[in-house]
């Protein structure tokens, strides 16, 4: 028991320093740099146990592989082909850890959320704040600041079998972030009510068989998926089209509409980036992706944007 209490401690300090930020030839959280002391001295490499876990790191380590053979290919610059190899060694390092702490528990990632609330809004108001030009910037971002209080609080009452207060927060939440010009998290926190109503329509307590039943009915899922998603949309059209949302949101909204990619539109940087990828869809531009043969400008000039 002793063991396990010192384990939740160690998941709340853990979120408490997963956004407080030091910069040492790169920039790394204070989480980081905990799990990486702590990791020789924890009994974690029995995660070898475990099929899945074992599967993961080798699929991260291909990924290693396919960053060295992609900066290679392009000729990338020593500091760029470090930044980004270290990117992926360090994801490696942390899988075991995570492992570790949550495998015999792992409601035990509320302790990190409950952490992690605490250090993203000290980040937002004490580290980023001053950076926010206007206040448009600054309420998108304070969406953020407080998306993992939101979530933390919603898992603590699911896991608590209060669920549909819990998807009332999540819900809730989602419509708050609306009114601040955030339309992924109303998307992202309504689907993701759907998803745990389908989840709790399956009865059984088993969490084998339920797992079982859920991948038997991953049909249906997507069905309710493709539902809720337009019935979201519509929620969302029609009160940005209405002004309800507010004047910043209804201009947003109608540029969008009537641009040629649509509501899409509010994502240039993914149109950007498939377009990237479909001309280098094998070996990249590199682990430290730069835009050094103009495919950004290519692709303004084909949508006639002006950039």
């Known amino acids: 028991m002793l063991y396990e209490k010192k ?9 408490l320093f997963a956004m407080v930020k030091v910069r040492y030839f790169g920039t790394f959280a204070v989480a980081e740099l905990i799990v990486f002391a702590l ?6 490499r029995f995660y070898k146990t475990n099929p899945s876990v074992r599967k993961l790191l080798w699929l991260a ?12 290919w392009n000729d990338s610059s020593l500091i760029d082909s470090l930044k980004g190899a270290f990117n992926v060694i360090f994801v490696i390092l942390l899988i075991p850890f995570t492992y570790w702490i949550l495998y015999d528990k792992p409601q035990r990632w509320l302790l990190y959320f409950c ?3 605490i250090s993203s809004l000290y980040n937002f108001y004490y580290q980023r704040a001053p950076e926010f030009d206007n206040d448009f910037v600054f309420q998108v971002w304070r969406v953020y600041a407080f998306y993992p209080l939101a ?30 010009s955030s339309r992924n998290i109303f998307l992202s926190q309504s689907l993701a009510v759907v998803v745990l109503l389908y989840i709790n329509r399956l009865k059984n307590v088993n969490l084998q068989t339920k797992v079982l039943q859920y ?3 991953i049909m249906q899922l997507l069905v309710m998926l493709v539902a809720g998603f337009c019935v979201v949309d519509f929620v969302y059209e029609s009160m940005a089209s209405s002004g309800a949302l507010g004047e910043r949101v209804h201009e947003k909204y ?6 040629r990619d649509g509501l899409i539109s509010a994502r240039g940087d993914a149109l950007q980036s498939i377009y990237a990828i479909s001309k280098k869809p094998l070996v990249g531009y590199g682990s430290y992706a730069k835009d050094r043969y103009g495919i950004i400008n290519k692709y303004n000039y084909r949508r006639d944007i002006v950039s």
């Open 61 to 72: 380590f291909l990924w290693l592989m396919g960053v060295i053979f992609s900066d290679y």
């Open 115 to 117: 952490g992690f609330s």
């Open 215 to 217: 991948q038997k009915k």
């Open 7 to 15: 384990k939740d401690y160690l998941a709340f300090i853990i979120g």
């Open 39 to 44: 990791t020789p001295f924890v009994a974690w």
């Open 254 to 259: 109608l540029m969008q509409k009537y641009s």
């Open 151 to 180: 979530v933390c609080l919603a898992g603590w009452l699911f896991y608590n079998r209060k669920k549909y207060l819990s998807y009332i927060i999540i819900v809730g939440f989602g419509i708050w972030s609306l009114y601040n």
